[in-house]
């Protein structure tokens, strides 16, 4: 009876050491909680959709980065020390994902992001890689809609200085819309701010004076631009607001009210707008799930999960060197935001969507190649 007992223990260590591990490290709590929380639903669906690679169980460990740069770089560490992960998942939020992607190549270990677009996130870096558009291509698009599509002529931003997606997003509408109206004074001014403020008074009383066309709000956190969006209307401000990824989570709706209604934003992600046959399984399997919309970032959380086990499948490895190895040959993966391949860069060269707050719901409005 001993000799069985020990027999089942060893299949058992056998079954528990063999399943492969993914880590996830997302802002579950904190400013950026509401775009962490929609990404990790988007993951865990996927590990439950497709929960073995290479005849191995895939098991998530997954970290709160809690909205913490020093946290995330932290998780990461864990990840990979504690946890041996084969590979990383995250961060929404690209100061969370600097430092995480800092950590993860320093190690070996590669490490996919869902939405940060900052380009210092996979910069330099061979073991980084991500799923999403990056924000010189983002800032081009909203910069060129405003003037084509909007005919504004000129712009003012209010930017994030502690974040470096919304400083760097910020840099990129500016020199594409001057580029696109031909004239260097087309940015009427950029006024900042301390992520988490609750008073814009200041930057919107210089915003006002200018009267711009369009009012450009790159916010690391939805909380602060629908903030401003709304102390900007009690002002009497009538720009037309534009804004970056980060604004595509319902809460934007309920914090700003009728003061974001027929503001417009960048986006990764639409049912309308994808068309691949994964596009169709995921929206059918979130919706039965959730009961509720995806959002771009559930769908890219999706899609770095996929693309992980894709590498694993042809690497058929799951040592990390050897996921980083197919990854970056990575061409044409159809995944549900679209046909995925990764730039010498590890960046996904990917549309961008343009979506319009009409109603209280997100209208797409237009597709923009890269």
Same mark, same amino acid.
């Given at each position: 009876?001993? *000799? +069985?007992? &020990? !027999?089942? =223990?060893?299949?058992? #260590?056998?079954? @528990?050491?063999? %399943?492969?591990?993914?880590?996830?490290?997302?802002?579950?709590?904190?400013?950026?909680?509401?775009?962490?929380?929609?990404?990790?639903?988007?993951?865990?669906?996927?590990?439950?959709?497709?929960?073995?690679?290479?005849?191995? *169980? +895939?098991? &998530? !460990?997954? =970290?709160?980065?809690? #909205?913490?740069? @020093?946290?995330? %770089?932290?998780?990461?560490?864990?990840?990979?020390?504690?946890?041996?992960?084969?590979?990383?998942?995250?961060?929404?939020?690209?100061?969370?994902a600097i430092p995480g992607s800092e950590v993860a190549n320093r190690m070996k270990v590669p490490m996919m992001?869902?939405?940060?677009?900052?380009?210092?996130?996979?910069?330099?870096?061979?073991?980084?890689?991500?799923?999403?558009?990056?924000?010189?291509?983002?800032?081009?698009?909203?910069?060129?809609?405003?003037?084509?599509?909007?005919?504004?002529?000129?712009?003012?931003?209010?930017?994030?200085?502690?974040?470096?997606?919304?400083?760097?997003?910020?840099?990129?509408?500016?020199?594409?819309?001057?580029?696109?109206?031909?004239?260097?004074?087309?940015?009427?001014?950029?006024?900042?701010?301390?992520?988490?403020?609750?008073?814009?008074?200041?930057?919107?009383?210089?915003?006002?004076?200018?009267?711009?066309?369009?009012?450009?709000?790159?916010?690391?956190?939805?909380?602060?631009?629908?903030?401003?969006?709304?102390?900007?209307?009690?002002?009497?401000?009538?720009?037309?607001?534009?804004?970056?990824?980060?604004?595509?989570?319902?809460?934007?709706?309920?914090?700003?009210?009728?003061?974001?209604?027929?503001?417009?934003?960048?986006?990764?992600?639409?049912?309308?707008?994808?068309?691949?046959?994964?596009?169709?399984?995921?929206?059918?399997?979130?919706?039965?799930?959730?009961?509720?919309?995806?959002?771009?970032?559930?769908?890219?959380?999706?899609?770095?999960?996929?693309?992980?086990?894709?590498?694993?499948?042809?690497?058929?490895s799951a040592k990390p060197e050897d996921i980083k190895n197919a990854l970056a040959v990575t061409k044409g993966?159809?995944?549900?935001?679209?046909?995925?391949?990764?730039?010498e860069n590890g960046d996904a060269v990917k549309d961008a969507i343009v979506k319009k707050i009409e109603n209280?719901?997100?209208?797409?409005?237009?597709?923009?190649?890269?």
């Amino acid at each position: 009876m001993k *000799k +069985v007992f &020990l !027999i089942l =223990l060893m299949l058992l #260590t056998v079954v @528990v050491f063999s %399943a492969i591990r993914i880590g996830v490290f997302e802002p579950l709590t904190g400013a950026f909680a509401a775009g962490g929380q929609l990404t990790l639903k988007g993951i865990r669906l996927a590990n439950e959709m497709f929960p073995t690679v290479i005849n191995q *169980k +895939v098991e &998530l !460990i997954v =970290l709160d980065n809690k #909205t913490d740069k @020093v946290e995330a %770089a932290n998780a990461v560490t864990r990840l990979i020390q504690v946890y041996n992960v084969s590979a990383v998942i995250g961060s929404y939020g690209s100061s969370l994902a600097i430092p995480g992607s800092e950590v993860a190549n320093r190690m070996k270990v590669p490490m996919m992001g869902c939405s940060p677009t900052n380009p210092l996130v996979t910069k330099d870096k061979e073991y980084v890689f991500r799923v999403c558009f990056i924000d010189p291509f983002q800032g081009r698009v909203m910069a060129k809609f405003a003037v084509e599509t909007l005919g504004a002529k000129t712009a003012y931003i209010i930017q994030d200085i502690s974040s470096d997606y919304s400083v760097g997003l910020a840099h990129y509408f500016r020199n594409s819309f001057i580029e696109f109206t031909k004239n260097s004074k087309a940015v009427l001014g950029v006024a900042s701010y301390q992520g988490g403020d609750q008073d814009f008074t200041a930057q919107l009383t210089l915003a006002k004076a200018k009267n711009p066309d369009v009012l450009f709000i790159p916010a690391g956190s939805y909380g602060d631009a629908a903030l401003i969006m709304k102390q900007a209307r009690e002002m009497g401000i009538k720009s037309v607001f534009l804004g970056g990824d980060t604004w595509e989570v319902p809460e934007i709706i309920d914090v700003g009210g009728d003061a974001v209604e027929g503001a417009y934003f960048s986006t990764h992600f639409d049912e309308k707008a994808m068309t691949t046959e994964m596009t169709k399984k995921f929206v059918d399997a979130y919706k039965k799930k959730y009961n509720e919309e995806p959002s771009a970032f559930a769908a890219l959380g999706f899609d770095a999960y996929l693309v992980i086990l894709d590498a694993i499948k042809r690497a058929k490895s799951a040592k990390p060197e050897d996921i980083k190895n197919a990854l970056a040959v990575t061409k044409g993966f159809q995944g549900a935001t679209g046909s995925i391949t990764f730039d010498e860069n590890g960046d996904a060269v990917k549309d961008a969507i343009v979506k319009k707050i009409e109603n209280g719901k997100f209208k797409l409005i237009s597709i923009v190649k890269p």
